[in-house]
């Protein structure tokens, strides 16, 4: 036993005084070259970010830069280490080409997430754009400056809108109006003020006014017109203001939310005196029963229009 | 006539489309008034008039006319005008419109 003990320690010896120096050089080139390489990244981040707008692009351009320098700190240690320099190359060049073969042929079966970095999507219910990916979960930054860790499981089995994918959108704008006397009027304002706006688009289609229906006296008119993408939300809402602030100007009558009321009394009509209304002494017996917490009820209530 | 050139003819003529809008404002410089734009004649115009009136009124209800003598950075005379400077119809009330009228 003792002997065996004897034996592993003297190698270990000989191990430490043959490649000792080396190892310790190995090691001081490995943690130097990772710190500095940290520093040297945080630098190159600062540095990037300044020239180009594009988050993506520059973080391409940091995990090559990042891929190279790593590659260059190993390759050092490994020859200090007493690699043959030759064998080390080889090993890095067959490492490259292992890696982008395995890529390119499993590059079809692998999930892959349905955006990239900086672009608007709205996942579920969450509309925001796009910060970070990484294998386990995407960062998204809501509208409202809420920052979302969302599962990349749960992306993969959503739904996902994303908004960069086509360069336009088509904005919708609902008004329903009272009088069909105010029909072609405000078709005629709707369509001149979508027409005047510099963002409003001539393609895919021409800004279109169309009488969508008729329901409970109420004509519902349908804007339509095409938008980029980015002005959107802006667009809508200056064209719905200024469609409403035209109208009012012309005239024009909005259709409100109706609300009929139809009462029923708990008790019989108070009669003068018994006998003497016969009228409304049939009145009261035709009513419907009274319940007991209620005095009236609401029959008709819409939303819609 | 074809489809594609009546649709031509309602393009060129209708409604013609502005290409952007500023605001056009009178600024007092030491005794003499100079007409000044925001953005600038040289930056892009702004793409929505409501944006643009909202900021010429912000402007003139920034800059109040005072009574007596103009002083230095007063703002009047303040509408909006398109691309090629000319006045633009306020929104809100179909006509042309000044905010910070001032005799010049």
């Not at chain 1, 369509?191 to 895919?204: A, G, N, Q």
């Not at chain 1, 203001?241 to 939310?257: F, Q, S, V, Y």
């Not at chain 2, 691309?83 to 905010?99: C, H, I, L, M, S």
Request: include cysteine; hydrophobic fraction near 45%; charge should be neutral.
């Amino acid at each position: 036993m003792q002997t065996e003990l004897t034996a592993k320690a003297e190698r270990l010896g000989f191990v430490l005084r043959e490649y000792g120096a080396d190892m310790v050089q190995a090691m001081v080139i490995l943690v130097v070259g990772l710190l500095l390489l940290q520093f040297i990244m945080r630098k190159m981040k600062v540095f990037i970010d300044k020239r180009t707008k594009d988050s993506a692009r520059a973080n391409t351009i940091l995990y090559i830069i990042y891929t190279l320098f790593l590659v260059v700190i190993l390759t050092s240690a490994m020859i200090t280490l007493g690699f043959d320099s030759r064998n080390v190359f080889r090993l890095i060049i067959l490492g490259a080409l292992a890696i982008i073969v395995i890529l390119l042929v499993l590059r079809p079966y692998l999930p892959t997430l349905p955006f990239k970095v900086d672009n608007t999507v709205k996942v579920g219910s969450l509309l925001g754009k796009i910060e970070a990916t990484t294998m386990v979960h995407t960062r998204m930054k809501t509208f409202d400056g809420k920052t979302v860790f969302i599962p990349n499981s749960k992306i993969l089995n959503d739904f996902v809108i994303n908004y960069h994918f086509t360069p336009t959108r088509r904005l919708k704008i609902d008004i329903p109006i009272r009088h069909v006397r105010d029909i072609l009027r405000t078709k005629q304002l709707m369509e001149s003020i979508m027409i005047e706006d510099p963002r409003v688009l001539l393609k895919p289609a021409r800004p279109v006014v169309y009488t969508l229906n008729l329901v409970e006296g109420c004509v519902k008119m349908g804007a339509r017109c095409w938008v980029e993408n980015k002005k959107f939300w802006i667009a809508q809402c200056d064209l719905l203001e200024k469609i409403l602030i035209a109208m009012d100007r012309e005239n024009i009558t909005l259709a409100e939310r109706r609300k009929a009321i139809r009462v029923f009394h708990e008790t019989p009509l108070q009669l003068s005196s018994e006998g003497e209304n016969p009228e409304a002494e049939a009145q009261a017996e035709t009513m419907p029963p009274a319940t007991e917490d209620a005095s009236f009820s609401a029959v008709h209530d819409h939303d819609e229009m | 006539m074809k489809i594609t050139e009546a649709i031509k003819i309602i393009d060129d003529n209708w409604i013609v489309k502005p290409k952007g809008f500023r605001v056009c404002m009178q600024r007092r410089e030491g005794s003499e008034w100079v007409i000044d734009y925001t953005p600038g004649e040289k930056a892009a115009p702004l793409d929505s008039d409501v944006t643009t009136w909202r900021t010429a009124w912000k402007l003139a209800s920034s800059t109040p006319l005072r009574e007596g003598e103009p002083q230095e950075g007063d703002l009047v005379n303040l509408y909006v005008v398109d691309q090629d400077n000319n006045p633009v119809d306020y929104y809100a009330t179909g006509k042309r419109e000044t905010f910070n009228a001032y005799s010049v």
